[in-house]
């Protein structure tokens, strides 16, 4: 090599290092953007998360049933909690698919098998006691809401609700079909103002259709309860009163025994039948639902719960209502004090203390004056 070439090397030599050392941040910052987004989009374990807290106390509670020592608890955003005591530790139950309609009612059918129904005509159907739930049917965002669900009778289940939606189950809640609500001889109704209780009561439904001729049909169904004769006995708005004798495929309606809403019947150990509903209204039966006489009742708040514990009734209702009867529901005595709450949902236990169910979550409850907590979260 001359020393004009040398001479020419060493510039070329100096320039492309120049070149390089002006040259590898830029590379170093590209290589760091594509090893992140590698790291960004490679698989690698979800982190783990605390289970989210459920507050009994807090939730709004509808429905409530037991079996031996196992308690279900359902309610808004399509939560169900299982406990195996009142006092808790309180459960979320598995819901799949978790929908986030809430939940009315639920009920046993069966020896750990069990059946929530709520809006959206949901139905969810437990095997295990409660722990798990499957979704059995839906109707889809918007449809009308299941109130209620009755049954066994027969090897029939029941789902009822809003604007006369009637379901039918054969096989212990695993396939449900809608029926129509055949009423042999409705009572017609003409307009909402030929309806003289329509003007008066500040509670009617404005969203009922009374034009229809059968007004069980478009009514909203509340409850059903089974008569000693077995004779299906199913109460709603505006005093709906309805008795089958053909395992629910039609039915009579009953003279009319109150122009409000009744929201529940029971069936007492001595066949006696109780209706309850609005503004403290509460009747019963001696002869499987043909005939009725009203109770004595000692308040005027809405009636929504009840249940059945040995020789005693409750009811239960708005305004921390909780009545109880010890004369087969003849005359009913107050045990809580008045309050802002509405109990929607009751439990008797077996030492005299009631778990109930509503806007304030749930909580233990005795009469007012007993020596236990009254309002004791679970």
């Known amino acids: 090599m001359n020393d004009d070439t040398r001479a020419q090397a060493v510039p070329r030599t100096a320039q492309r290092a120049a070149a390089w050392g002006a040259a590898w941040p830029s590379i170093a910052v590209a290589a760091l953007v594509i090893v992140a987004a590698v790291y960004s989009f490679s698989p690698r374990p979800q982190p783990v998360f605390a289970p989210t807290q459920i507050y009994p106390d807090r939730l709004l509670v509808t429905g409530l049933d037991r079996q031996g020592e196992r308690l279900i608890a359902v309610g808004e955003q399509g939560q169900i909690l299982i406990a195996d005591a009142a006092q808790g530790p309180w459960h979320s139950a598995s819901v799949e698919p978790q929908r986030g309609s809430t939940f009315t009612r639920v009920r046993f059918v069966g020896d750990g098998v069990a059946v929530a129904v709520g809006h959206d005509g949901w139905i969810v159907r437990s095997t295990d006691g409660g722990a798990h739930w499957s979704e059995v049917h839906y109707g889809g965002d918007g449809s009308d809401p299941l109130l209620g669900v009755a049954g066994p009778y027969d090897g029939r289940l029941f789902a009822f609700g809003a604007f006369g939606l009637y379901l039918v189950s054969e096989d ?65 708005e505006r005093g709906l009163l309805l008795r089958s004798t053909d395992r629910g495929e039609t039915w009579t309606q009953l003279d009319e025994i109150y122009p409000g809403s009744l929201f529940g019947v029971l069936t007492l150990p001595s066949k006696t039948l109780v209706a309850f509903g609005m503004r403290g209204h509460a009747f019963r039966s001696e002869d499987n639902g043909l005939s009725w006489q009203e109770a004595k009742v000692p308040v005027a708040t809405s009636l929504f719960a009840g249940a059945v514990a040995k020789d005693r009734v409750f009811l239960a209702g708005a305004g921390n209502t909780v009545l109880s009867s010890r004369d087969d529901g003849r005359t009913y005595e107050l045990l809580t004090p008045s309050a802002g709450n509405t109990i929607a949902a009751l439990l008797p236990l077996d030492d005299g203390r009631w778990l109930g169910g509503g806007d304030n979550g749930l909580a233990i409850q005795t009469a007012a004056g007993a020596a236990a907590t009254q309002g004791e979260a679970p």
């Not at 449900?176 to 009617?204: C, G, K, M, Y």
């Not at 034009?211 to 478009?218: M, Q």
């Open 172 to 236: 212990l809640g695993q396939t449900w079909h809608r029926r129509e609500l055949v009423i042999a001889n409705a009572a017609a109704q003409t307009s909402p103002a030929a309806d003289p209780f329509a003007s008066t009561d500040p509670n009617a439904d404005p969203f009922a259709n009374f034009d229809s001729s059968t007004l069980g049909g478009t009514g909203h169904l509340n409850d059903m309860a089974r008569a000693a004769d077995g004779a299906l006995v199913l109460v709603g």
